[in-house]
């Protein structure tokens, strides 16, 4: 099992600010994968990321795969009370394509 | 399109009993899941099934926790008999074959007193 550390594990905001999330990892993947899970709710893809280096936009959301493979980030401009969750990264294995999830980053944003 | 359908939603049992989950994947994957998230935690897999046929039980209790899935479409989960570290959300999972995305059940809580 290849282990991703998420940073950090608790994120409490005021609505219109900014937030980053952090997956890290020494393993190399073949792409990787942020989910959103909300509480009573099974996580939902948000966006996989497949090239070193690569940059993905989803409205407010901007995620990012480093150079390496090993880490990502995940950035919220202006964040909603709909933001709030769980917000969980799975790296995906070259050879057997499992998912290796990180414990994950809770983010309440506040009204 | 439904999505995974699971059920129960919520299950308290005491230690030493028995519990079984059952987990109906969208129609035409031919790939399950199984997956067990501890409070703080991320989901960990317990089993994959491809079409009847078992992929990864690698990390299955495989003296207390068994699965099946015998006609290629639902499948169930059981624990016998449940300790209580066993109190988690079992959480099923299905994918096109060949594909990366999994689409996440509701889980089913367990509490185990």
């Known amino acids: 099992t290849q282990l991703l550390e998420q940073s950090p594990q608790f994120l409490s905001i005021q609505e219109g600010e900014n937030l980053t999330v952090y997956c890290n990892s020494s393993?190399?993947?073949?792409?990787l994968q942020w989910y959103r899970q909300e509480p009573g709710e099974g996580p939902v893809l948000l966006v996989t990321?497949?090239?070193?280096?690569e940059v993905k936009k989803l409205k407010r959301l901007t995620f990012q795969f480093g150079d390496a493979r090993k880490d990502s980030s995940l950035h919220i401009t202006a964040a909603q009370p709909g933001d709030t969750g769980l917000y969980l990264c799975?790296?995906?294995?070259?050879?057997?394509?499992?998912?290796?999830f990180g414990a994950g980053t809770t983010v309440t944003v506040r009204a | 399109e439904a999505g995974v359908a699971q059920s129960p939603r919520y299950k308290i049992i005491e230690k030493r009993q028995s519990v079984a989950f059952w987990c109906n994947p969208i129609?035409?994957?031919?790939?399950l899941y199984w997956y067990q998230q501890i409070l703080g935690q991320g989901p960990k897999l317990l089993i994959q099934?491809?079409?009847?046929?078992?992929?990864?039980d690698s990390q299955l209790p495989k003296d207390r926790f068994s699965a099946e899935r015998l006609k290629g479409v639902d499948s169930t989960l059981k624990i016998q008999p449940a300790k209580l570290e066993d109190s988690a959300v079992y959480l099923c999972?299905?994918?096109?074959?060949?594909?990366?995305?999994?689409?996440f059940g509701p889980g089913t809580r367990l509490t185990v007193l």
């Open positions: 999972a299905s994918s096109p074959q060949g594909y990366n995305e999994q689409f």
């Open positions: 393993s190399v993947f073949s792409s």
């Open positions: 990321v497949v090239t070193g280096g």
């Open positions: 799975a790296g995906i294995d070259f050879n057997d394509y499992k998912l290796s």
């Open positions: 129609s035409g994957h031919a790939t």
């Open positions: 099934f491809q079409n009847n046929g078992v992929v990864d």
